[in-house]
């Protein structure tokens, strides 16, 4: 997490790279295309479109060495929605730090957004959100967790048994190719969090490289055996010094929304997973 700092607007901030920028364009160009669709939900009598974000931050930012200040990526959601004339019906957002959460919350109310605050941990949130969405509706679900110990499983299985569901998936590569040695030694890692049960499955006999891509490969599998499959477009967002940081990429279970996603991602960005 970025430190708060004093913000724009009188409520604090957090400070990000350039790269934010990148990673907040792109959610806003798949909610920008997929607006037709969503408009089918919108209305009385129907199931409705919701916006979920478990990890919410404070919802604005300033980037580093700019100096500038943006929208946190549920603040952008929410005005790209209300852009292409397809508003989210309901905005649901958690994140763990709860003064964070607050700012987020009080800066959607002051957006005219309808927003519900979730609590807890990202698991418990996912749980509560699921509780709340409507089984009929289509639900979008942006997990962009701090580091890749952060994103649990559950949260993926949480949502799995929803008709109509899209996430879009935050994948931090930096810890999966920093801490590999780590997470092997160790009794619990990151990889645990990630990809429970993957020691059982993956050849620890072998270099890092293909130590990386298992797992990654058993995660896969994992999410598929949920009923949703990964996309095979991932956009890669880099650092300042061009450092490969985490990839976006969409599960979901309809082919359209895979479509919208190979759209909506730079393809510039598109490299080898590892």
Same mark, same amino acid.
């Given at each position: 997490?970025?430190?708060?700092?004093?913000?724009?607007?009188?409520?604090?901030?957090?400070?990000?790279?350039? +790269? /934010?920028?990148?990673?907040?364009?792109?959610?806003?160009?798949?909610?920008?295309?997929?607006?037709?669709?969503?408009?089918?939900? &919108?209305? @009385?009598?129907?199931?409705?479109?919701?916006?979920?974000?478990?990890?919410?931050? @404070?919802?604005?930012?300033?980037?580093?060495?700019?100096?500038?200040?943006?929208?946190?990526?549920?603040?952008?959601?929410?005005?790209?929605?209300?852009? #292409?004339?397809?508003?989210?019906? *309901?905005?649901? %957002?958690?994140?763990?730090?709860? =003064?964070?959460?607050?700012?987020?919350?009080?800066?959607?109310?002051?957006?005219?957004?309808?927003?519900?605050?979730?609590?807890?941990?990202?698991?418990?949130?996912?749980?509560? /959100?699921? #509780? &709340? &969405?409507?089984?009929?509706?289509?639900?979008?679900?942006? %997990?962009? @967790?701090?580091?890749?110990?952060?994103?649990?499983?559950?949260?993926?299985?949480?949502?799995?048994?929803?008709?109509?569901?899209?996430? $879009?998936? =935050?994948?931090?590569?930096?810890? &999966?190719?920093?801490?590999?040695?780590?997470?092997?030694?160790?009794?619990?890692?990151?990889?645990?969090?990630?990809?429970?049960?993957?020691?059982?499955?993956?050849?620890?006999?072998?270099? =890092?490289?293909?130590?990386?891509?298992?797992?990654?490969?058993? +995660?896969?599998?994992?999410?598929?055996?949920?009923?949703?499959?990964?996309? /095979?477009?991932?956009? $890669?967002?880099?650092?300042?010094?061009?450092?490969?940081?985490? +990839?976006? *990429?969409?599960?979901?279970?309809?082919? $359209?929304? =895979?479509?919208? +996603?190979?759209?909506?991602?730079?393809?510039?960005?598109?490299?080898?997973? $590892?």
């Amino acid at each position: 997490m970025g430190e708060l700092v004093e913000g724009d607007d009188g409520f604090q901030v957090e400070e990000v790279g350039r +790269w /934010a920028k990148d990673k907040i364009a792109s959610l806003c160009r798949y909610i920008e295309i997929s607006r037709a669709v969503r408009k089918k939900w &919108l209305g @009385p009598g129907k199931g409705g479109a919701a916006y979920v974000e478990l990890f919410c931050g @404070p919802g604005r930012s300033k980037v580093r060495r700019t100096n500038e200040y943006i929208d946190g990526s549920c603040v952008a959601a929410w005005k790209a929605s209300l852009a #292409s004339r397809a508003p989210f019906s *309901t905005i649901y %957002v958690g994140d763990a730090d709860e =003064h964070r959460r607050s700012l987020a919350v009080e800066r959607l109310k002051r957006a005219g957004a309808p927003v519900v605050e979730l609590g807890g941990t990202a698991v418990q949130a996912a749980r509560e /959100a699921r #509780s &709340l &969405l409507s089984v009929s509706g289509l639900n979008f679900v942006f %997990v962009d @967790p701090y580091n890749l110990g952060a994103f649990e499983f559950e949260v993926m299985a949480a949502f799995a048994g929803l008709r109509y569901i899209d996430m $879009l998936v =935050h994948i931090s590569k930096m810890d &999966l190719q920093r801490n590999t040695g780590m997470n092997i030694k160790a009794q619990q890692s990151a990889f645990d969090s990630f990809a429970p049960g993957w020691r059982s499955a993956v050849n620890l006999n072998q270099r =890092h490289p293909a130590i990386r891509r298992e797992v990654f490969e058993y +995660w896969r599998r994992k999410v598929a055996e949920l009923g949703i499959s990964t996309s /095979a477009d991932m956009q $890669l967002i880099t650092g300042e010094g061009g450092q490969h940081l985490y +990839w976006l *990429t969409l599960v979901a279970k309809h082919d $359209l929304a =895979h479509k919208f +996603w190979k759209t909506a991602s730079n393809s510039s960005g598109q490299r080898s997973f $590892l």
